[in-house]
């Protein structure tokens, strides 16, 4: 019998649950493959206490099967190598395209600095050709667009004239075609989200609410004075009652800290009331962060953000909203920065790795890589400085090559691990909340 070892990726939850024919279960979640098992209390016993030797052999090969148990190895450089192996293939192109630098909010915890400008014919025209000659390679099997700022729809036909020129060469060349954006949603009409969906090719659209009609129309504030909450949840209702777009996902992005934690179980039940428990919207509360500015009076501790935030998910699971309750694969790929095969593009024609450099004072100039005019359509973006990410976590510069969360995670976000603000997600600090969570929705009672 060859030895076998547990896997340092695996995650085993102390509590028992009984089925409803009474049996009594253990739940784990297995960060190799993303997915949430149960076991018999003696199997969870026996991986926690390493009496593997006492395993029967069917229970042995399904442990093998679904990669709790593994053979002895370097388990965090296999972890690594397939990381990297997937962000180096040619296959996926990522482009995430600023048609402007501009923003019509003044959200208070921002830290972009956004201009004025539109995005000038002969820089378009260079993005078209950078898009269209990875159309074009062979190795080429799928381009993803992702349209940012600033924000986008101040930019609406320069997205519409793109997208014109995106996808008929994406059909031409038997290239896979998606494209996302994300908005403030303050510009969202029924219109644009037709013309989005039908002629840009457009699947999912991010839209932030900050808190319910008060709190978010504080928050996000309108240059111009208007509230946007009322307006962005009638739209958003209105779109997924009249079902006409079959493919379209919504991703309602929530921004939390000290000042709308408690305003929080509002927005989830306003969300509710309009119908936006619905299988294409999906709910994602992030923690603030800095973006080279100070958060410090705002910013929550992460674990004093998780404990509250296993509360919302529940409440938002009683009301019938979706939301990921944890990782269901592997990371291909960290982020934009870590693979050469994305890159960001800016009105002014320069070439980022990073997405939060092209808009941050600080990083603005220090982030650019090349820029539209010196480098070939065809070619690669260069280097950028978070490539070299995965052997920094081989070489246990990171807390990330020590944690069980790796592989789903791939360190969440290298450049604020560079700031000293480490981003660990919040599953890291509740995932026994969200196990929880997860027996539920299979019919599972936690035993006392």
Same mark, same amino acid.
């Given at each position: @019998?060859?030895?076998l070892?547990?896997? #340092? =990726?695996?995650?085993l939850?102390?509590?028992?649950?009984?089925?409803q024919?009474g049996?009594?279960?253990?739940?784990g979640y297995?960060?190799r493959?993303?997915?949430?098992f149960s076991?018999?209390p003696?199997t969870a016993r026996l991986l926690e206490t390493?009496g593997?030797?006492?395993?029967?052999?069917?229970?042995?090969?399904?442990?093998?099967r679904?990669?709790?148990?593994v053979?002895?190895?370097?388990?965090?450089g296999?972890?690594l190598?397939?990381?990297?192996?997937?962000s180096a293939?040619?296959?996926?192109?990522?482009?995430?395209?600023?048609?402007t630098?501009?923003?019509n909010?003044a959200c208070s =915890?921002?830290?972009?600095?956004h201009?004025?400008?539109?995005?000038r014919?002969e820089?378009?025209?260079?993005m078209i050709?950078?898009?269209?000659?990875a159309?074009?390679d062979?190795r080429?099997g799928?381009?993803?667009?992702?349209? /940012?700022?600033?924000?986008?729809l101040?930019?609406f036909?320069t997205?519409?004239?793109?997208?014109?020129?995106f996808?008929?060469?994406?059909?031409?060349?038997?290239?896979r075609?998606?494209?996302?954006?994300?908005?403030?949603g303050s510009l969202?009409?029924?219109?644009r989200?037709d013309?989005?969906y039908g002629?840009?090719g457009?699947?999912?659209?991010q839209?932030?609410?900050?808190?319910?009609?008060?709190?978010?129309?504080?928050?996000?504030? @309108?240059k111009?004075?208007?509230r946007? /909450?009322g307006?962005?949840v009638?739209?958003?209702?209105s779109v997924l009652?009249?079902g006409?777009?079959?493919q379209?996902r /919504?991703?309602?992005?929530?921004?939390?800290?000290a000042?709308?934690?408690?305003?929080?179980?509002?927005?989830?039940?306003?969300?509710?009331?309009h119908?936006?428990g619905?299988?294409s919207?999906d709910?994602?509360?992030?923690p603030v962060?800095?973006?080279?500015?100070?958060?410090?009076d705002?910013e929550?501790t992460?674990?004093g953000?998780a404990?509250?935030e296993?509360e919302w998910l529940?409440?938002?699971?009683?009301l019938?909203?979706? /939301? #990921?309750l944890l990782?269901?694969?592997r990371r291909?790929?960290?982020?934009?920065?870590?693979?050469?095969?994305?890159?960001?593009?800016?009105?002014?024609g320069?070439?980022?790795s990073?997405s939060?450099?092209?808009?941050v004072?600080?990083?603005?100039d220090?982030?650019?890589?090349?820029?539209l005019d010196?480098l070939a359509?065809?070619?690669?973006?260069?280097a950028g @400085?978070f490539?070299?990410?995965?052997?920094?976590?081989?070489q246990?510069r990171?807390?990330?090559?020590?944690?069980?969360f790796?592989p789903v995670?791939?360190?969440?976000c290298?450049?604020?691990?560079h700031d000293?603000a480490?981003?660990?997600p919040?599953?890291?600090?509740?995932w026994r909340?969200r196990?929880d969570?997860?027996?539920?929705s299979?019919?599972?009672?936690r035993c006392?």
């Amino acid at each position: @019998m060859s030895p076998l070892v547990r896997s #340092r =990726y695996l995650l085993l939850s102390p509590d028992e649950y009984r089925t409803q024919a009474g049996e009594r279960v253990c739940l784990g979640y297995s960060t190799r493959t993303g997915r949430v098992f149960s076991v018999s209390p003696r199997t969870a016993r026996l991986l926690e206490t390493g009496g593997l030797a006492e395993l029967s052999q069917d229970v042995r090969d399904d442990l093998v099967r679904r990669e709790i148990l593994v053979p002895p190895q370097d388990e965090l450089g296999s972890v690594l190598d397939g990381i990297r192996d997937t962000s180096a293939r040619p296959g996926l192109r990522g482009f995430t395209i600023m048609p402007t630098a501009y923003c019509n909010m003044a959200c208070s =915890y921002c830290g972009q600095e956004h201009r004025k400008g539109s995005l000038r014919h002969e820089r378009m025209e260079r993005m078209i050709a950078r898009v269209l000659a990875a159309m074009s390679d062979p190795r080429t099997g799928h381009v993803e667009v992702t349209w /940012f700022g600033g924000e986008p729809l101040l930019g609406f036909r320069t997205i519409v004239e793109m997208s014109g020129r995106f996808l008929p060469a994406a059909a031409a060349h038997d290239t896979r075609y998606s494209a996302a954006i994300i908005t403030n949603g303050s510009l969202l009409d029924e219109r644009r989200v037709d013309v989005l969906y039908g002629e840009c090719g457009v699947r999912a659209i991010q839209v932030t609410l900050d808190g319910a009609a008060d709190t978010h129309d504080r928050r996000r504030k @309108m240059k111009n004075g208007r509230r946007t /909450f009322g307006k962005i949840v009638a739209l958003l209702s209105s779109v997924l009652a009249a079902g006409n777009h079959p493919q379209l996902r /919504f991703d309602i992005r929530v921004n939390v800290d000290a000042e709308n934690q408690d305003d929080i179980p509002g927005l989830l039940q306003t969300l509710a009331a309009h119908g936006l428990g619905h299988p294409s919207v999906d709910l994602d509360l992030m923690p603030v962060h800095s973006w080279g500015n100070d958060v410090s009076d705002v910013e929550l501790t992460p674990a004093g953000y998780a404990e509250r935030e296993a509360e919302w998910l529940a409440l938002a699971r009683s009301l019938g909203l979706r /939301f #990921r309750l944890l990782p269901t694969r592997r990371r291909s790929t960290t982020c934009l920065a870590t693979t050469r095969n994305g890159e960001l593009l800016d009105p002014s024609g320069a070439v980022y790795s990073c997405s939060e450099h092209p808009l941050v004072p600080r990083d603005r100039d220090s982030g650019v890589l090349a820029t539209l005019d010196d480098l070939a359509a065809t070619a690669l973006r260069p280097a950028g @400085m978070f490539d070299t990410w995965y052997d920094e976590i081989e070489q246990d510069r990171w807390p990330c090559a020590r944690c069980p969360f790796l592989p789903v995670c791939g360190g969440s976000c290298p450049k604020l691990w560079h700031d000293g603000a480490p981003p660990c997600p919040s599953y890291k600090f509740n995932w026994r909340q969200r196990l929880d969570l997860a027996a539920q929705s299979k019919g599972l009672v936690r035993c006392d």
